[in-house]
C-alpha cells in the first residue's frame, strides 16, 4: 500500500486542521493505520491509530479528547482531525500502515511497515 498525507499548515494557537491520509493498493480495511509525528531534534511520536477492520481507535495522552481519528474504507483515507491546536503540537505529521497489526503494537513505530510522506503542521503562539 501506498500513502500520502496532506492537509498540514500554518494553524493559530486553539484552531483546528484536519489531516487527510489516502491510500492506494488493494485491501485497505486490513491495514491498521496511524499517525506519528516529530518536532525539531525530537524523537518520532505516537499521536493515534485506528484498527483494521471494526476501527477502534487509539491516541496518544498528549493529544487524547483533542484529536479524533477516522476511516473511509470505501475512499481508502483516514482523518485526523485535530482541535485546540497548541504550539507544542508543532511537529512533521506521517501516517503509516501495518496490515492486521496486533492491539499490543499499534503505538510501536517499528511495527508500521509502510509510510507516507509528511505533513507540517506549524501552530504559531
Known amino acids: 500500500v501506498q500513502l500520502q498525507a496532506s492537509g498540514g499548515g500554518l494553524v493559530q494557537t486553539g484552531g483546528s486542521r484536519r489531516l487527510s491520509c489516502s491510500a492506494s493498493?488493494?485491501?485497505?480495511?486490513?491495514?491498521?493505520v496511524a499517525w506519528f509525528r516529530q518536532a525539531p531534534g525530537e524523537g518520532r511520536e505516537f499521536v493515534s491509530a485506528?484498527?483494521?477492520?471494526?476501527?477502534?481507535?487509539y491516541y496518544g495522552e498528549l493529544v487524547k479528547g483533542r484529536f479524533t481519528i477516522s476511516r473511509d474504507n470505501n475512499k481508502k483515507t483516514v482523518y485526523l482531525q485535530m482541535n485546540n491546536l497548541q504550539p507544542e503540537d508543532t511537529a512533521v505529521y506521517y501516517c503509516?500502515?501495518?496490515?492486521?497489526?496486533?492491539?499490543?503494537?499499534?503505538?510501536?513505530?517499528?511495527?508500521?511497515?509502510?509510510w507516507g510522506s509528511g505533513t507540517q503542521v506549524t501552530v504559531s503562539s
Open positions: 493498493g488493494r485491501a485497505f480495511i486490513n491495514y491498521t
Open positions: 485506528v484498527k483494521y477492520g471494526i476501527g477502534t481507535t
Open positions: 503509516a500502515a501495518a496490515s492486521f497489526l496486533h492491539d499490543d503494537y499499534y503505538n510501536f513505530e517499528q511495527y508500521y511497515n509502510f
